[in-house]
C-alpha cells in the first residue's frame, strides 16, 4: 500500500538541516513538509533538500496535520516531526509492521518494554504516563504510550475520526477515537532522543487540563 509521509514544521531549520538529509526517499510514495509560517528559512532549506512545501493556511499541528491528509495522494499516511524526537530509521519499521498486520495505526512507544524517552523530564513522563492510563482506563485500550505523535495512519481511517485536537490532544484523541472504533492498533517500542534547536513549547500544566477536559468530554460524548 502506498505511503504519504507528512512533516509539520514550524522554524525547525536546526532539524531540518540535521534530520532530512538522513531520510531516504525511498521509503514512501510521497514526501509533504506542511509548514506553519516559518520564518527562519526552514521552508528555504527543505525546498532545497528536495522536499516538496506546503504552505499551511491555518494554525497548530491539528491543522497541519489535517492539510498534508488532505494534499496526500496514498492510502496510508505517517507523521514524522524533524525536531530530532523520531528516529528516521523506525520510518520503514512503521510502514512494514502496517502492510505485516494490514493494521489501521502503528505507533512508536516510548514507554514499552524496550522504549525510552530522552527528552522527557520527571514531570512530563508521568504525565505522558498517567494519561496513557487514563485512556486505558475509560476507554478499554491497551496502550504503552497514548500521546506520542511518530505513527502511520490509514488515511481513510484518519479522515473519518472528525479530529479536532491539537498538539497532545491530538495524539490523544486519536488513542481515544481508536479505541471508541475498535480500530486495529500496534506499537512498536522505540527512542525519543532529545530535541534539536531548544526545548519543548508544551507547557505541563496547560497540556493537563486540556488533555484532562478531553478524556472526560470523550467519555460522555462517547460518539
Known amino acids: 500500500m502506498s505511503t504519504t509521509i507528512i512533516i509539520p ?8 538541516k540535521t534530520v532530512l538529509p538522513k531520510l531516504n526517499k525511498e521509503w514512501a510514495d ?8 516559518s520564518t527562519d528559512g526552514t521552508i528555504e532549506e527543505a525546498e532545497k533538500l528536495g522536499f516538496k512545501v506546503i504552505q499551511q493556511h491555518g494554525n497548530g499541528l491539528g491543522n497541519a496535520y489535517r492539510e498534508g491528509v488532505k494534499n496526500s495522494h496514498s492510502e496510508n499516511v505517517l507523521f514524522f516531526s524533524p525536531d530530532g524526537n523520531c528516529i528516521p530509521d523506525d520510518i520503514p519499521k512503521l510502514i512494514k509492521k502496517r502492510d505485516e498486520g494490514d ?5 512508536i512507544s516510548r514507554f514499552g518494554k524496550k522504549g525510552i524517552s530522552e527528552d522527557d523530564t520527571l514531570i512530563t513522563g508521568f504525565g505522558n504516563r498517567m494519561f496513557t492510563f487514563l ?3 475509560f476507554f478499554g485500550g491497551k496502550f504503552t ?3 506520542f505523535g511518530f505513527k502511520i495512519i490509514k488515511k481513510s481511517v484518519f479522515q473519518n475520526l472528525n ?5 497532545l490532544t491530538l495524539e490523544q484523541q486519536i488513542s481515544i477515537k481508536s479505541c471508541k472504533n475498535h480500530l486495529k492498533t500496534c506499537e512498536i517500542d522505540g527512542v525519543e532522543p532529545k530535541r534539536i534547536g531548544g526545548g519543548s ?3 505541563p500544566l496547560t497540556t493537563g487540563r486540556q488533555l484532562s477536559y478531553q478524556i472526560i468530554k470523550e467519555f460522555i460524548f462517547w460518539k
Request: charged share 30%; no cysteine; aromatic share 8%.
Open 135 to 137: 485512556v486505558n482506563v
Open 30 to 37: 510521497e514526501w509533504l513538509v506542511i509548514d506553519g509560517k
Open 9 to 16: 514544521t514550524k522554524n525547525e531549520v536546526k532539524g531540518i
Open 201 to 203: 513549547k508544551m507547557q
Open 163 to 167: 479530529l479536532d485536537g491539537e498538539f
Open 103 to 107: 493494521y489501521d495505526i502503528v505507533q
Open 145 to 147: 504510550d497514548a500521546l
